[in-house]
């Protein structure tokens, strides 16, 4: 059986989960509320303050499915709780971050500014070179600082770019000169 699948979701309180018809997971929080339309396939029960995720049958697809799901599920009772937040840095000679109302202004370079608008649900500050996204929805607060990253990567000769707080870049030596 899934390792990740069996284990039961431990709801916290002041948190509150309704499953309705064809899976359908409302989760609900001191932070907001989460929805989400789960396979199907899964029978999701709420049994003594836990969620459990079981499985028809061991088949590839559902034994794929089984930890999906469960998981799914756990990370809406995260974000309700304690929400989820990346942080990434600016680095490089003149490249900078802003926050102009809802909008995050970046100088990477180019010959203008990168403008990006904050996502609804969710929250950029900028602190100095780092940039923090902060919301409930795990998937978008990752989907949104890809995005950030994106507009400027990391090169790996002089680091210069937006990376992610804990990323490690692998840096290449430049060229040499004639011997």
Known sequence: MSRIGRQPVAVPAGVEVKIAENNFVTVKGAKGTLE???PTEMSIKLEDGQVVV???NDLKKMKSLHGLTRTLIQNMVIGVSQG?????EVN???YK???QGKKLVLSLGYSHPVEMEDPEGLESSVDGNKIVVKGIDKEKVGQYAAEIRDKRRPEPYKGKGIKYA???IRRKVGKTGKK
């Open 84 to 88: 989820y937040e990346k942080t990434l």
């Open 166 to 168: 804990d990323e490690v």
């Open 92 to 94: 490089g000679v003149g």
């Open 97 to 99: 971050a802003a926050k």
């Open 54 to 56: 079981t499985r028809p």
């Open 36 to 38: 989400k339309a789960l």
